[in-house]
T-cell receptor, first 117, second 113 residues
């Protein structure tokens, strides 16, 4: 069975601190894709990044960076110099590469990040 | 480029009633997926439509049904509403079936009294 675990339910930091959100996934498929989404209070899920299972290169986009390690089945997300606007719920998600799965995104429980001024 | 739009924004129904939620996909996208998000939980996949055909279904009973139209917009219908159906219903569209990012709308918040 496929599963995504975000063990941190809530994280609270002070502005300018660095923060890492953990994501561990389970799948027996060799082809899969991992995602991070941000959900502000408005409710819309905002796409942040997609990674495929064959590309373990870390990625940096501004203050955001992602660390993908297949050996530990983890896809962690780090925000450097956090800002109040980063406050939101962040979801890690998995989608399998097999066609018959019908594009089902499997989400973790989410991590609520609160950045205080 | 127009994003994913959902209507209505909020809806209040009573047990046993039926509800229809609507979604317009982002331009250029032919695939629509629906998710249910209970309070404090991650979204759960309901089903996906690709070129007007259901293309995958999650663990939801048959009273959850859907449609996709030739313009790729979609409807989610729920019959015989139950209290546990209270949730945020999210629609997402994408340009392919599998690995393309799904782009989400703001959702419809459904409350069952």
């Amino acid at each position: 069975a496929q599963k995504v675990t975000q063990a941190q339910t809530e994280i609270s930091v002070v502005e300018k601190e660095d923060v890492t959100l953990d994501c561990v996934y389970e799948t027996r498929d060799t082809t899969y894709y991992l995602f991070w989404y941000k959900q502000p209070p408005s409710g819309e899920l905002v796409f942040l990044i997609r990674r495929n299972s064959f590309d373990e290169q870390n990625e940096i986009s501004g203050r955001y960076s992602w660390n993908f390690q297949k050996s530990t089945s983890s896809f962690n997300f780090t925000i450097t110099a956090s800002q109040v606007v980063d406050s939101a719920v962040y979801f890690c998600a998995l989608i399998l590469g097999s066609y018959n799965q019908g594009g089902k995104l499997i989400f973790g429980q989410g991590t609520e990040l609160s950045v205080k001024p | 480029e127009t994003g994913v739009t959902q209507s209505p924004t909020h809806l209040i129904k009573t047990r046993g009633q039926q509800v229809t939620l609507r979604c317009s996909s982002q331009s250029g996208h032919n695939t629509v997926s629906w998710y249910q998000q209970a309070l404090g939980q991650g979204p759960q996949f309901i089903f996906q439509y690709y070129r007007e055909e259901e293309n995958g279904r999650g663990n939801f009973p048959p009273r959850f049904s859907g449609l996709q139209f030739p313009n790729y917009s979609s409807e989610l219908n729920v019959n015989a509403l139950e209290l546990d159906d209270s949730a945020l219903y999210l629609c997402a569209s994408s340009s392919g079936v599998q690995n393309q990012p799904q782009h989400f709308g703001d959702g419809t918040r459904l409350s069952i009294l």
